[in-house]
């Protein structure tokens, strides 16, 4: 079977909130609002499939935004997928949402409609817009109804980290299909969301045993362990064990940045992750993605260039979030602020030159 190649691709900056957290405005709340023409929507899309067709990937979308259902061609674009039987996700807002809009969505292909939510209802909806919270809860039962698998994503940071497990709650109660949550990369300096590796640790042990609680009272939600450093607990826990087949040459999980994903932006612009700020590839109208793949991604796959990972007995299923590493430290390949592994624990290896000189390659 191939493996897929997921695309997040943001066709417009259109959208009716303004999340203190957003990496559209972070910085610059007036800044210009971009959004594709139809025929630069349609040429980045066989641009994306010829990328498949040379590297023998399957295409899936992560359709988003701004809000895409807000683009005056999303309905044209859906025909698109559907004629080519391609499948996607949708990541927006519930503001549009309906029984109706749903039962199309479904139509077309959609599979999985995402929504966020990023504290409980007064913390939500500070971070969002009054009323974000309760339309969202509401809004789960439209996708629900219409065959669509429901996706409730949560932003954690300092600030609303205690809120996680009655956010884990909401999700469960209003009938998500999924939760999961992934953590807050600073991008204009202005909430302060650092958590120490205890307080992150200690909220992923919470929000086990409440999984485990549900699952054992056969909960249908499915709590997508999406950080990568359920990867690191899990091994301290005896949840996850190397593989004993394991091939040293190999990278088999953790982050997709240079490996099975890419971001393109309403004005083409080509990221390796919409999380880095500044890991701008090239431009979708102007290059061909195959080419960029090869001449421009390979800085995004220099395992042995992780200070900390590079060490680590989890580096080849791990590697925290680089993201996050270099919204706090400037650094791509710098230590996950997060991260507890240490020599202490046996996790890391001694730092030696033969350590370093290891090879791995996606």
């Known amino acids: 079977m191939k493996q897929y190649f997921s695309f997040q691709w943001h066709i417009t900056d259109e959208c009716d909130q303004r999340c203190k957290h957003c990496y559209?405005?972070?910085?610059?709340?007036?800044?210009?609002?971009?959004?594709?023409?139809?025929?630069?929507?349609?040429?980045?899309f066989y641009n994306c499939l010829?990328?498949?067709?040379?590297?023998?990937?399957?295409?899936?979308?992560?359709?988003t935004g701004g809000d895409p259902i807000l683009h005056p061609d999303f309905w044209r674009l859906l025909e698109l997928f559907h004629e080519h039987h391609v499948p996607f996700t949708i990541m927006g807002n519930p503001f549009h949402l309906n029984d109706q809009i749903c039962r199309e969505l479904k139509t077309f292909g959609c599979q999985k409609y995402q929504l966020s939510l990023d504290?409980?209802?007064?913390?939500?909806?500070?971070?969002?817009?009054?009323?974000?919270?309760?339309?969202?809860?509401?809004?789960?039962?439209?996708?629900?109804?219409?065959?669509?698998?429901?996706?409730?994503?949560?932003?954690?940071?300092?600030?609303?980290?205690?809120?996680?497990?009655?956010?884990?709650?909401?999700?469960?109660?209003?009938?998500?299909?999924?939760?999961?949550?992934?953590?807050?990369?600073?991008?204009?300096?202005?909430l302060d969301t650092s958590m120490t590796p205890k307080e992150y640790r200690e909220l992923l042990a919470i929000c086990d045993r409440k999984f485990k609680e549900y699952e054992a009272e056969g909960c249908?939600?499915?709590?997508?362990?999406?950080?990568?450093?359920?990867?690191?607990?899990?091994?301290?826990?005896?949840?996850?064990?190397?593989?004993?087949?394991?091939?040293?040459?190999?990278?088999?999980?953790?982050?997709?940045?240079?490996?099975c994903h890419i971001t393109i932006l309403p004005t083409g612009d080509i990221y390796a992750c919409r999380r880095v700020a500044d890991s701008k590839v090239g431009n979708i109208f102007e290059d061909r993605l195959a080419d960029v793949w090869i001449t421009s991604m390979e800085a995004y796959r220099n395992y042995d260039g992780f200070s900390k990972c590079?060490?680590?007995?989890?580096?080849?299923?791990?590697?925290?979030?680089?993201?996050?590493?270099?919204?706090?430290?400037g650094d791509f390949y710098g230590d996950d602020p997060q991260c507890w592994a240490s020599e202490e624990n046996g996790l890391l290896m001694p730092n030696t030159e033969a350590n370093q000189n290891e090879s791995y390659s996606a």
């Not at 972070?26 to 349609?42: A, F, N, V």
């Not at 010829?50 to 359709?63: A, K, N, T, W």
């Not at 450093?229 to 394991?246: D, H, M, R």
């Not at 590079?310 to 993201?323: E, H, N, T, W």
Request: with cysteine; glycine share 10%.
């Open 24 to 44: 559209i405005f972070s910085g610059d709340p007036c800044r210009k609002l971009d959004s594709m023409t139809w025929k630069q929507m349609e040429d980045t």
């Open 50 to 63: 010829d990328f498949c067709e040379v590297y023998g990937r399957l295409p899936y979308f992560y359709l």
């Open 119 to 190: 504290g409980l209802r007064e913390t939500h909806d500070w971070f969002r817009k009054p009323g974000s919270f309760d339309c969202t809860l509401e809004k789960i039962g439209c996708i629900n109804r219409a065959g669509i698998r429901s996706v409730i994503m949560a932003t954690v940071s300092k600030q609303n980290r205690m809120e996680v497990p009655g956010i884990i709650d909401a999700a469960v109660k209003a009938g998500a299909n999924i939760f999961a949550f992934s953590r807050y990369v600073p991008s204009g300096g202005e």
């Open 220 to 259: 249908e939600t499915y709590f997508n362990k999406k950080d990568h450093l359920w990867t690191l607990y899990e091994y301290e826990t005896g949840a996850f064990q190397i593989p004993s087949s394991a091939c040293d040459g190999l990278i088999y999980g953790g982050c997709n940045c240079g490996n």
């Open 310 to 329: 590079s060490l680590c007995k989890l580096k080849q299923f791990c590697r925290g979030c680089p993201a996050v590493a270099k919204g706090y430290t």
